[in-house]
C-alpha cells in the first residue's frame, strides 16, 4: 500500500445509497488544502477554467461508487432538488470548499496501488458533477494519465456540459434514473426528464458502460407503470448498461434538511419493504438485466 495510505475498509452491498457520513470511510476535506483567502473574482476564474472546484467532501470506499475501492469525490452544486436527497448540504456550489485540482489528483496518485489492486479507481458524485464540467474534465483526464478507472455519478441532467473530449475519459457512469413518467420525474426533481434521456442516449452511442440507478420511494416512485418506464428507458441503452440498482429509500437525510432548515416533505414516508423492493427487482429482470 502506498505510504501513508490508510487501511481499505470491507465493503458491502446496499449501502450504495448511504449519506456520506454514514459511509465506511469519510474524509471531508481533510488532508486538501483550502483555499479560503482566494479572492472572490480569482476564485472565479480558477473555476471556469477547472484548476479550483466547489467541494464537499471526499472518502474512500469499497464496493459503493462502482467497481472495487474508491476515492469518491462530492462536488458541490446541484440544479435538481429531488425530494429524497440525503446530500443537501449539497445543493448550492457556494456552500462547499475551494480546492484545486492538483491537490486531488495528488491525492489520487497516492491511491494507485490500492486502485490496482482492488481494481477500482475514482468516482466524481455530488451533488451535481456537472455543475463544474471544467473541474471535473480535469481530474478525469489526470486520473487517465496516471492509468486510474473513472467513473461519473450524475443524474444526466446537465448531460450537454459533458464535452466528447470529457467522455473519452470516462470509463463508467451511475445513471440516476430517478422516474420513467415526466409527471413523477417533475414532482421528484423539479426538473424535465428528456436531457436524462439525452445523456443515455450518448453514453450509449460512445459505448461507455452504464450501471443505472433507480430510487424506490414508496408512494412517489413505486408504482408498477412508472418502474415499467424506467425499465424501458434503461433497455433504450441495453448495449451498455451492465447492470441496474434499484435502491431503496431512508430516512438518513432528514436531519441534514432540519438542520438547513429546509422543507423536507418525505418526513413520513418509510422505507420499502422487501416484498416492493424484489417486485421492483423483478420488473427490471424481465426486460433481461442484471439487477441489483
Given at each position: 500500500?502506498?505510504?501513508?495510505?490508510?487501511?481499505?475498509?470491507?465493503?458491502?452491498r446496499?449501502?450504495?445509497?448511504?449519506?456520506?457520513?454514514a459511509r465506511?470511510?469519510?474524509?471531508?476535506?481533510?488532508?486538501?488544502?483550502?483555499?479560503s483567502?482566494l479572492?472572490r473574482?480569482?476564485?472565479?476564474?480558477?473555476?471556469?477554467e477547472?484548476?479550483?472546484?466547489?467541494i464537499?467532501s471526499?472518502?474512500?470506499?469499497?464496493?459503493?461508487?462502482?467497481?472495487?475501492?474508491?476515492?469518491?469525490?462530492?462536488?458541490?452544486g446541484?440544479?435538481l432538488?429531488?425530494?429524497?436527497?440525503?446530500?443537501?448540504?449539497?445543493?448550492?456550489?457556494?456552500?462547499?470548499?475551494?480546492?484545486?485540482?492538483?491537490?486531488?489528483?495528488?491525492?489520487?496518485?497516492?491511491?494507485?496501488?490500492?486502485?490496482?489492486a482492488s481494481?477500482?479507481?475514482?468516482t466524481?458524485?455530488?451533488g451535481?458533477?456537472?455543475?463544474?464540467?471544467?473541474?471535473?474534465?480535469?481530474?478525469?483526464?489526470?486520473?487517465?494519465?496516471m492509468?486510474?478507472?473513472?467513473?461519473?455519478?450524475?443524474?444526466?441532467?446537465?448531460?450537454?456540459?459533458?464535452?466528447?473530449?470529457?467522455l473519452?475519459?470516462?470509463?463508467?457512469?451511475?445513471?440516476?434514473?430517478?422516474?420513467?413518467?415526466?409527471?413523477?420525474?417533475?414532482?421528484v426533481?423539479?426538473?424535465?426528464l428528456a436531457?436524462?434521456i439525452?445523456?443515455?442516449?450518448?453514453?450509449?452511442?460512445?459505448?461507455?458502460?452504464?450501471?443505472?440507478?433507480f430510487?424506490?420511494?414508496?408512494?412517489?416512485?413505486?408504482?408498477?407503470?412508472?418502474?415499467?418506464?424506467?425499465?424501458?428507458?434503461?433497455e433504450?441503452?441495453?448495449?451498455?448498461?451492465?447492470?441496474?440498482?434499484?435502491?431503496?429509500?431512508?430516512?438518513?437525510?432528514?436531519?441534514?434538511?432540519?438542520?438547513?432548515?429546509?422543507d423536507y416533505?418525505?418526513?413520513?414516508?418509510?422505507?420499502?419493504e422487501?416484498?416492493?423492493?424484489?417486485?421492483?427487482?423483478?420488473?427490471?429482470?424481465?426486460?433481461?438485466?442484471?439487477?441489483h
Amino acid at each position: 500500500m502506498t505510504e501513508g495510505a490508510p487501511p481499505v475498509p470491507a465493503g458491502g452491498r446496499d449501502q450504495d445509497f448511504l449519506a456520506p457520513a454514514a459511509r465506511l470511510r469519510g474524509a471531508g476535506i481533510g488532508g486538501l488544502e483550502q483555499l479560503s483567502d482566494l479572492e472572490r473574482s480569482e476564485r472565479l476564474r480558477r473555476m471556469r477554467e477547472g484548476t479550483l472546484g466547489s467541494i464537499h467532501s471526499w472518502e474512500l470506499v469499497t464496493a459503493v461508487d462502482g467497481p472495487g475501492t474508491r476515492m469518491t469525490v462530492f462536488f458541490n452544486g446541484c440544479p435538481l432538488r429531488c425530494l429524497y436527497c440525503h446530500n443537501p448540504d449539497t445543493f448550492l456550489m457556494r456552500d462547499g470548499e475551494p480546492v484545486e485540482s492538483d491537490e486531488l489528483l495528488r491525492r489520487m496518485r497516492r491511491y494507485r496501488r490500492v486502485f490496482r489492486a482492488s481494481r477500482g479507481g475514482i468516482t466524481l458524485s455530488g451533488g451535481e458533477v456537472l455543475m463544474q464540467p471544467a473541474f471535473a474534465a480535469r481530474l478525469l483526464s489526470g486520473a487517465k494519465e496516471m492509468g486510474i478507472h473513472t467513473c461519473l455519478d450524475t443524474s444526466g441532467y446537465l448531460g450537454a456540459n459533458a464535452s466528447e473530449e470529457m467522455l473519452d475519459d470516462v470509463d463508467l457512469v451511475l445513471l440516476d434514473v430517478k422516474s420513467g413518467d415526466e409527471q413523477t420525474y417533475s414532482r421528484v426533481t423539479g426538473r424535465e426528464l428528456a436531457p436524462t434521456i439525452a445523456f443515455g442516449d450518448r453514453l450509449a452511442a460512445k459505448g461507455i458502460e452504464i450501471w443505472a440507478r433507480f430510487v424506490l420511494v414508496p408512494g412517489l416512485t413505486d408504482d408498477p407503470a412508472n418502474v415499467e418506464r424506467v425499465a424501458r428507458l434503461v433497455e433504450r441503452w441495453s448495449s451498455a448498461v451492465s447492470r441496474v440498482e434499484v435502491l431503496p429509500f431512508h430516512q438518513m437525510g432528514a436531519d441534514k434538511w432540519d438542520a438547513l432548515g429546509l422543507d423536507y416533505r418525505l418526513r413520513d414516508t418509510r422505507p420499502p419493504e422487501p416484498e416492493l423492493v424484489e417486485h421492483t427487482r423483478a420488473i427490471f429482470r424481465a426486460h433481461g438485466m442484471t439487477v441489483h
